[in-house]
C-alpha cells in the first residue's frame, strides 16, 4: 500500500500517523509505503515506521516520476487525499502499477474509490478511518504519534522549573490568511492573561522570528509574557505545549501536536467551513472558532465580543475549582 504524501507538511503527517500503525496491527505483513520529500522523510522513517519510504523532489519531473514509478512496481492501492488532484498529480498516478486508487477527488476517472462525497464535511482523521473500513479494518486507535526529541524536552524541563502554569500561544502559519498579526496576538494575550491570573503565556517561535516574538513579549509589563530562548526547532515548541495546560492558535502544524499530545487548544480559522472540518481540533475541550467571511481570506478578521465570550468559557474550564465548589 502506498501512500502519496509528497505535499505533506508537519501537521497534516501527524494527523496520518495513526493509518500506518493501524495497517500494521491488522496485518503486520502488508507493506506501508509513502512518497515524500527528502525533508519529511526522517518522520516517516523514524517516527512513523514505515516500511519504505521513496524520496521525491516536490515538484519531480515527467522522467523522475517515471522512475519512481518503476520503482514502486506492482500494489494493491494508492492513497493520494488531496481535495483537488493537479496534472502533475494525475501523471504520476497513471504511472503507477496498482489495482485500486483511493482519493478524494471523485472527478478523476482513475479514482476507484471515490471518498470525497462520502466523507465529505468530516474530519481528516474519519476520512482515513473510512479509507481503511474499505479494507476490511475497523476498531482502530486513533491517537497520533508526535515526534519528540529527548534534547528538546530536558532543556525546556530545565527552562519551566519553578514557573507558575501555562498557556502556549502561536502567532504564526503558512501565509499571511492564517497567521495572527502583532496585534490580534497582542489583543489575545491580554485577554487570557485576564482570565488566567494564574498562568504565563508563553509565545512559541518560528525560524527568523525570535526577535519579533521577544518584542511582543516585552509588550507586557506583567512579566508574565514570555518566550524560551533560542528556539531551535520544532521539537522545542513540542515539548513546550507539552508542559502547557492549553494552546492558543491559528489554524498550523502546532494544533494537530497539541491534540497528540492530549492539550486543548483554542483555534482560529480564516472563513472556510471546509478547511475547519477537515482539520480543527480534535480535542473534546478545544474550541474551533471560524473568523469573518471577506475577501482576501484573514483569520485577524473577527468579531470581537464572540471571541471574548467563546474564551471565556475556554478558560473557564481550566482555572482550578474553588474550596466547595462542584466545577
Same mark, same amino acid.
Given at each position: 500500500?502506498v501512500?502519496?504524501?509528497?505535499?505533506?507538511?508537519?501537521?497534516?503527517?501527524?494527523?496520518?500517523?495513526?493509518?500506518?500503525?493501524a495497517?500494521?496491527?491488522?496485518?503486520?505483513?502488508?507493506s506501508?509505503?509513502?512518497?515524500?520529500?527528502?525533508?519529511?522523510?526522517?518522520?516517516?522513517?523514524?517516527?512513523?515506521?514505515?516500511? !519504505?519510504?521513496?524520496?521525491?523532489?516536490?515538484?519531480p519531473?515527467? @522522467?523522475? &516520476?517515471?522512475? #519512481?514509478?518503476?520503482?514502486?512496481?506492482?500494489?494493491?492501492?494508492?492513497v493520494?487525499?488531496?481535495?483537488?488532484?493537479?496534472? =502533475?498529480?494525475?501523471?504520476?498516478?497513471?504511472?503507477l502499477?496498482?489495482?485500486? $486508487?483511493?482519493?478524494?477527488?471523485?472527478?478523476?476517472?482513475?479514482?476507484?474509490?471515490?471518498?470525497?462525497?462520502?466523507? =465529505?464535511?468530516?474530519?481528516m482523521?474519519?476520512?482515513? #478511518?473510512?479509507?481503511?473500513?474499505?479494507?476490511?479494518?475497523?476498531?482502530?486507535?486513533?491517537?497520533y504519534?508526535?515526534?519528540?526529541?529527548?534534547e528538546?524536552?530536558?532543556?525546556?524541563?530545565?527552562?519551566?522549573?519553578?514557573? +507558575?502554569?501555562m498557556?502556549?500561544?502561536?502567532?504564526?502559519?503558512?501565509?499571511?490568511?492564517?497567521?495572527?498579526? +502583532?496585534?490580534?496576538?497582542? =489583543?489575545?494575550?491580554? $485577554? !487570557?492573561?485576564?482570565?488566567?491570573?494564574?498562568?504565563?503565556?508563553c509565545? &512559541?517561535?518560528?525560524?527568523?522570528?525570535?526577535?519579533?516574538?521577544?518584542?511582543?513579549?516585552?509588550?507586557?509589563?506583567?512579566?508574565?509574557?514570555?518566550?524560551?530562548?533560542?528556539?531551535?526547532?520544532?521539537?522545542?515548541?513540542?515539548a513546550?505545549?507539552?508542559?502547557?495546560?492549553?494552546?492558543?492558535?491559528?489554524?498550523?502544524?502546532?494544533?494537530?501536536?497539541?491534540?497528540?499530545?492530549?492539550?486543548?487548544s483554542f483555534?482560529?480559522?480564516?472563513?472556510?467551513? @471546509?478547511?475547519?472540518?477537515?482539520?480543527?481540533s480534535?480535542?473534546?475541550?478545544?474550541?474551533? #472558532?471560524?473568523?469573518?467571511?471577506?475577501?482576501?481570506?484573514?483569520?485577524?478578521? #473577527?468579531?470581537?465580543?464572540?471571541v471574548?465570550?467563546?474564551?471565556d =468559557?475556554?478558560? $473557564?474550564? &481550566?482555572?482550578?475549582?474553588?474550596?466547595?465548589?462542584?466545577?
Amino acid at each position: 500500500m502506498v501512500f502519496i504524501r509528497w505535499d505533506a507538511k508537519w501537521g497534516d503527517s501527524v494527523v496520518f500517523s495513526f493509518v500506518p500503525r493501524a495497517l500494521k496491527a491488522f496485518n503486520p505483513e502488508i507493506s506501508v509505503e509513502v512518497v515524500t520529500t527528502p525533508e519529511m522523510a526522517p518522520l516517516f522513517r523514524d517516527t512513523f515506521v514505515v516500511d !519504505v519510504v521513496h524520496e521525491t523532489a516536490r515538484k519531480p519531473s515527467k @522522467d523522475a &516520476m517515471r522512475g #519512481l514509478a518503476e520503482k514502486i512496481g506492482e500494489v494493491d492501492l494508492v492513497v493520494f487525499f488531496s481535495h483537488l488532484i493537479k496534472h =502533475r498529480d494525475i501523471f504520476l498516478l497513471s504511472q503507477l502499477k496498482t489495482r485500486h $486508487l483511493a482519493s478524494l477527488d471523485d472527478s478523476v476517472g482513475l479514482v476507484d474509490l471515490k471518498l470525497g462525497e462520502a466523507t =465529505r464535511g468530516r474530519h481528516m482523521v474519519d476520512k482515513y #478511518l473510512v479509507m481503511l473500513e474499505k479494507c476490511g479494518i475497523t476498531g482502530v486507535n486513533t491517537d497520533y504519534v508526535v515526534p519528540r526529541s529527548d534534547e528538546s524536552e530536558a532543556r525546556v524541563e530545565q527552562w519551566r522549573e519553578g514557573r +507558575p502554569p501555562m498557556v502556549t500561544f502561536n502567532a504564526y502559519s503558512k501565509g499571511r490568511a492564517r497567521s495572527l498579526t +502583532p496585534e490580534t496576538s497582542e =489583543r489575545l494575550i491580554g $485577554l !487570557v492573561l485576564e482570565r488566567l491570573p494564574e498562568h504565563e503565556v508563553c509565545v &512559541m517561535s518560528a525560524p527568523g522570528k525570535q526577535a519579533e516574538v521577544e518584542g511582543l513579549c516585552s509588550r507586557f509589563e506583567s512579566g508574565r509574557v514570555v518566550c524560551l530562548p533560542e528556539t531551535r526547532a520544532i521539537h522545542d515548541n513540542i515539548a513546550l505545549i507539552d508542559h502547557s495546560d492549553a494552546l492558543i492558535s491559528g489554524i498550523t502544524a502546532t494544533v494537530h501536536m497539541a491534540d497528540g499530545l492530549g492539550v486543548p487548544s483554542f483555534v482560529l480559522f480564516p472563513y472556510d467551513p @471546509d478547511d475547519r472540518d477537515d482539520w480543527h481540533s480534535r480535542h473534546p475541550a478545544s474550541v474551533n #472558532l471560524l473568523s469573518l467571511p471577506g475577501d482576501p481570506q484573514d483569520v485577524n478578521r #473577527l468579531n470581537w465580543s464572540e471571541v471574548e465570550g467563546v474564551l471565556d =468559557r475556554f478558560c $473557564l474550564a &481550566m482555572r482550578p475549582a474553588e474550596p466547595g465548589s462542584r466545577h
